[in-house]
């Protein structure tokens, strides 16, 4: 799937997640109306966010998701422990709440997001890739419940964008195509006003007598 940033999600579900599914509505009209105004929330902690060499890769971010929860472990030897936060998924993209406070932690709108990764070790954690060209991250997040339907939820909204995207780009171009054949058809209707293309050169007794000019 391709947005303004090429999105590679790493998603394997299998046959039974996918039938869970195919219960629920996924109708463009059910979608659009889950991520407008503030969207999806999920409560979850912050492993952590690390700099990356790379805006894809499951092997990259695997490592980077392991690198991050070493730092945890050491921080909970010295009585430290993750952030709380909630999470919000929509049309703006990620929004990373601290829980306490409810301040705005981190926003990553969706063409900054370029990929998407489980943690394959643990089935409430995952991790995704931001940022610009040379200066991306990797966000590491654990959430609540089982993280895959927060992995779904992304993977809607953005083949969700992708396709109103894209179905504006039609409309646009059939707009811009019919405005060219209106000027074009308005061209052809003033030439004929000034240097008519047929002219009347006898009549006959059936009528008039054409001439193609």
Same mark, same amino acid.
């Given at each position: 799937? @391709?947005?303004?940033? &090429? #999105?590679?999600? !790493?998603?394997?579900? %299998?046959?039974?997640?996918? @039938? ?14 889950? =991520? *407008?105004? $503030? ?6 902690? #912050? ?6 060499? !790379? !805006? ?7 490592? %980077? ?11 909970? %030897?010295?009585? $430290?422990?993750? /952030? ?74 953005? /083949? ?10 039609? $409309? *646009?171009? !059939? ?5 060219? &054949? /209106?000027?074009?058809? /308005? ?17 006959? @007794?059936?009528? =008039? ?5």
């Amino acid at each position: 799937m @391709s947005t303004e940033t &090429e #999105l590679q999600v !790493a998603v394997k579900t %299998s046959a039974k997640k996918d @039938s869970r599914k195919k219960g629920q509505d996924r109708s463009e009209a059910t979608l659009i109306k889950r =991520f *407008k105004g $503030e969207g999806v929330r999920y409560k979850a902690k #912050l492993i952590g966010i690390d700099e990356v060499s !790379a !805006a894809r890769g499951d092997k990259l971010c695997q490592d %980077s998701m392991m690198k991050l929860k070493g730092v945890v472990a050491g921080a909970r %030897s010295k009585g $430290e422990h993750k /952030q709380k936060i909630f999470l919000t998924i929509s049309f703006g993209g990620i929004k990373i709440f601290d829980e306490k406070t409810g301040a705005l932690q981190h926003h990553h709108a969706v063409h900054e997001i370029s990929y998407i990764a489980k943690d394959i070790t643990d089935h409430r954690a995952f991790g995704y890739v931001c940022g610009k060209e040379g200066n991306h991250r990797f966000v590491a997040i654990k959430t609540a419940q089982a993280a895959e339907p927060v992995i779904l939820d992304l993977r809607d909204l953005f /083949q969700l964008i992708y396709e109103l995207k894209q179905r504006e780009e039609l $409309e *646009k171009k !059939a707009q811009k195509d019919k405005q060219c &054949e /209106q000027a074009v058809y /308005q061209t052809i209707l003033e030439e004929d006003v000034e240097d008519p293309v047929y002219q009347v050169i006898a009549e006959t @007794s059936r009528g =008039f007598k054409f001439r193609n000019g």
